[in-house]
């Protein structure tokens, strides 16, 4: 049965995601501040900024009106990446079908947001700024799902995360369809954790991947060994923070997204690994707050970077060792050399 949904976030993933639920017969609306990004969509069903050469569903309709795409729907979807989602949802708390929580609510970012006592995960935070209502209801979607194939419908596995049950399989009912298979969690934390670090390490991967293409030292099996111990990294800070089943980091929650964003020709995370050795991409940063601030010069969101300066500062809080992480971290800081912290790592 169709259902009306809107999407706040016309970025890549926001859009595939929001293709691919008009792809299943859903009536969707995305919210876009952009307006050529929103006449693509209505005129030409492409999105040409965020991603370009994919033909989107015609059931798609985009809005500069974020009122209009967010009120009276039955779900309500949060695509803006993590740096701008507590002002996007900061525009929707008046709207009369959110205040009475009529409005079952998504998210898709990745990452942790700050507040005065620390960094907080996503679903937290959004508890905080919503309605009592959504107290243990949000449903947190995330897996290994690059945008551009989501978009032309290759097979993606997504995991639907929540505490509430029903709300959990409400929305794996209304995402399953041709290409996407859904799986409920009630590990929201786990998943979190695992969406977001896992771009930090592909940051690192993606370091690895551009040294080893010209050394005598660094090949395959040393990757393999970086994305192991990676996931152990992972699995400690997601137990640290609350995470309640250590399946969550061998399913496709952990295991599976990290392989995908580590390996992938897609991953913005790798990328930036990339661009940190073959083009020197940080010399035009003072420090990882200057880059952060100035994170739209890269050209493409490489989230892992942001979410380094939080994990940093959660592993000091909890006393964590995290050794990719701080290795990262001390790399977009300007306190130490890729090239060295790698080797120095690999010992």
């Known amino acids: 049965m169709s259902k009306k949904v ?4 016309a970025g890549a993933w926001g859009t595939a995601f929001a293709t ?7 009536d969707v609306e995305i919210w876009a501040r952009e307006e050529d990004v929103v ?19 015609e059931n798609l309709h985009a809005s500069t009106d974020i009122n209009q795409v967010a009120g009276n729907k039955e779900f309500l979807v949060l695509a803006s990446p993590s740096l701008y989602l507590a002002s996007t949802v900061s525009k929707i708390l008046d709207i009369p079908s959110i205040a009475d929580g009529s409005t079952t609510i998504g998210v898709l970012a990745k990452g942790f947001i700050p507040s005065d006592d620390g960094p907080h995960l996503i679903v937290e935070t959004l508890e905080r700024m919503l ?24 097979l993606t596995a997504l995991i639907s995360a929540c505490e509430n049950p029903k709300n959990s399989i409400r929305f794996r009912e209304l995402i399953k369809g041709p290409g996407l298979m859904v799986y409920s969690s009630f590990d929201v934390v786990g998943v979190q954790v695992c969406a977001a670090a896992k771009n930090v390490v592909a940051v690192v991967y993606g370091c690895l991947d551009a040294i080893a293409e010209t050394s005598d030292t660094f090949g395959d099996n040393t990757e393999s060994f970086l994305l192991a111990a990676g996931l152990n990294e992972i699995q400690t800070l997601g137990f640290a923070m609350g995470a309640t089943h250590a399946e969550t980091f061998t399913s496709i929650s952990g295991v599976g997204d990290l392989d995908v964003t580590c390996r992938s020709k897609y991953g913005r995370n790798r990328r930036f690994g990339h661009d940190i ?3 020197d991409i940080l010399t035009k940063f003072k420090d990882l707050d200057d880059l952060i601030e100035h994170i739209s010069e890269i ?6 970077a942001v979410a380094c300066k939080y994990i940093h500062q959660i592993a000091q809080m909890k006393n ?8 990262l971290y001390k790399t977009l800081n300007k306190e130490a050399e890729i090239k060295e912290v790698i080797k120095e790592l690999l010992k």
């Open 6 to 9: 809107g999407v706040l976030g």
């Open 20 to 26: 691919a639920l008009a792809r299943n017969g859903h």
């Open 39 to 57: 006449a693509g969509i209505n005129n030409e069903h492409e999105n040409k900024k965020y991603l370009a050469g994919y033909r989107l569903n």
């Open 131 to 154: 309605p009592e209502v959504y107290k243990g209801c949000i449903v947190y979607i995330a897996g290994p799902s690059h945008a551009e194939e989501v978009a032309m419908g290759k």
């Open 277 to 279: 050795i073959n083009t």
């Open 320 to 327: 964590l060792k995290l050794p990719i992480s701080d290795a």
């Open 299 to 304: 050209g493409y969101l490489p989230e892992g």
